[in-house]
């Protein structure tokens, strides 16, 4: 005899088979209807720092989050010896995004710099510290005493060298005349001072720096008190209205043997664009340095402290209107 199963199991693989055929149809019906339209594409450059800097490495991990958020949207990244070239590379065009610090801006804006006035931010991201750099058998307790050394003063168009003169001047001493400056970066200054070719070196960095890092595993160093000279800076000039108070906190540099808090001096650093940029990317690029903030703050640990409450603090510049878009809808 032959059996025949009842209608309803007779029905229920063809049901099954109409639902997952009605479901693939919905699926490729509804994609492109969904953010498609809204997704940014293309390619973009943002122009970094030196090797062994903590602007290559924000740039690198901000890249890779960039490329999670808006994988159709490209970064090309693009070394540069600091802040000053930044803003000259906005300016001519050939960088689309830069990060630079805060007086550099100053200085940039007071100079009739080229585009200054075209300038815009998309974000305040972290602080930059101050950091003078000396063997820890050095006699320099204090700036002042660098008078006749030779001193690694960052390379031309740099932020740091930008501070350095202003630190030195702040101690009574000119960069040019009263110290034997060597023009060389974070990348070279660290090995020329346990090589003993320099005396001393300035870093201005977000913590750890990297070069500092592995110069502790090589050379007792230790790092030399410069929240001194805050008050005398603020008479140099209103770029100098961006330095700030601040510690060096003991664990800053593990390597540093009986390292204590080292009060300093700080600065903030932007991503900066320009007026022209897209609004839909720049958009997309404020959104994933927020979103990255947690990721790229375990490598990049100044990086932590970058949220909604600060970011949208970038004075000496305005907001590109991308990134108010941004601020405004996570806000409502």
Not at 38 to 52: E, I
Request: overall charge negative; aromatic content about 6%; some cysteine.
């Amino acid at each position: 005899m032959l059996f025949v199963g009842s209608p309803r199991r007779r029905l229920r693989p063809l049901l099954l088979g109409v639902v997952v055929v009605l479901a693939l149809a919905a699926a490729l019906l509804w994609r492109p209807l969904v953010g498609d339209e809204d997704r940014v594409s293309g390619s973009v450059s943002l122009s970094t720092g030196v090797n062994g800097g903590v602007y290559a490495k924000y740039g690198q991990l901000l890249r890779g989050q960039l490329a999670n958020d808006a994988p159709d949207l490209d970064m090309a990244l693009q070394r540069s010896v600091g802040s000053l070239e930044n803003l000259d590379r906005l300016a001519s065009g050939e960088a689309d995004y830069a990060i630079a610090t805060a007086d550099s801006i100053a200085v940039y804006q007071a100079q009739g710099g080229a585009g200054a006035d075209r300038l815009r931010a998309c974000a305040r991201l972290y602080d930059d510290y101050i950091q003078l750099v000396v063997p820890s058998a050095s006699e320099v307790r204090a700036t002042e005493d660098l008078r006749g050394l030779r001193v690694g003063v960052g390379q031309d168009g740099s932020g740091v060298q930008l501070v350095t003169r202003e630190l030195l001047a702040a101690a009574g001493l000119d960069m040019d005349t009263d110290v034997v400056p060597f023009r060389d970066g974070i990348a070279d200054m660290p090995r020329m001072l346990e090589a003993g070719r320099i005396d001393a070196f300035f870093w201005s960095g977000g913590l750890p720096t990297t070069a500092v890092s592995r110069l502790a595993g090589f050379l007792d160093i230790r790092l030399v008190p410069l929240g001194d000279l805050l008050p005398a800076l603020g008479e140099r000039g209103p770029h100098t209205a961006y330095y700030r108070a601040a510690v060096l906190p003991p664990d800053a540099y593990p390597g540093i043997a009986g390292a204590e808090a080292v009060d300093t001096i700080a600065v903030a650093n932007l991503l900066v664009t320009t007026e022209d940029a897209d609004e839909a990317v720049t958009e997309q690029i404020t959104r994933s340095v927020i979103n990255g903030r947690d990721r790229i703050g375990r490598q990049v640990h100044a990086a932590q402290r970058v949220d909604l409450r600060t970011a949208i603090y970038t004075q000496p510049l305005p907001l590109h209107d991308g990134a108010r878009d941004y601020y405004r809808s996570v806000k409502s």
